[in-house]
């Protein structure tokens, strides 16, 4: 017993630990390092990090690829967005500004737009990409459809 108090209060096994593996304790204290890293980045992230603003006027232009009705496929619409932000939550209207199915382009004009409704949300991830949801739903003129 005196001689475990003798050590400095550590035995001679706990010792010859840190005497033989340092490249043990190394790696240990690389891990540690790391995890402390990472929790500061995701403080950074959470609070100290400004997020994007996508609020305002948008365009955007949608290509179907696949759909039951053969001759939408490869059909272009393009829209006009005005989105308000709440902090991850986006929510806006919308209007179909032109669409292009088999080689015809059909322009609407300002008075004759469908409208529509866009919402969705921003994902912020701190160690890959961001990504933006938005769901437009279209009150069309024979019935209402929706584009994700």
Same mark, same amino acid.
């Given at each position: 017993m005196g001689d475990r108090f003798a050590n400095g209060g &550590?035995?001679?096994a706990v010792k010859f630990f840190w005497r033989i593996c340092p490249i043990i304790k190394n790696i240990i204290s690389a891990v540690i390092s790391a995890f402390i890293i990472a929790g500061?980045?995701?403080i950074w992230n959470?609070?100290?990090y400004k997020a994007d603003q996508l609020a305002g006027f948008w365009r955007a232009e949608f290509e179907i690829q696949q759909s039951d009705i053969? &001759?939408?496929e490869g059909m272009k619409t393009s829209y006009a967005f005005i989105l308000q932000q709440e902090g991850q939550v986006l929510r806006g209207a919308t209007e179909k500004i032109?669409?292009?199915?088999?080689?015809?382009i059909k322009n609407y004009q300002p008075y004759d737009r469908i409208h529509g409704n866009a919402?969705?949300?921003i994902t912020y991830r701190v160690y890959s990409n961001s990504t933006l949801d938005l769901v437009v739903q279209e009150n069309g003129r024979l019935r209402k459809s929706t584009t994700i």
């Open positions: &550590r035995s001679s500061l980045l995701a959470d609070y100290f053969a &001759r939408f032109s669409e292009e199915v088999d080689g015809e919402s969705g949300t």
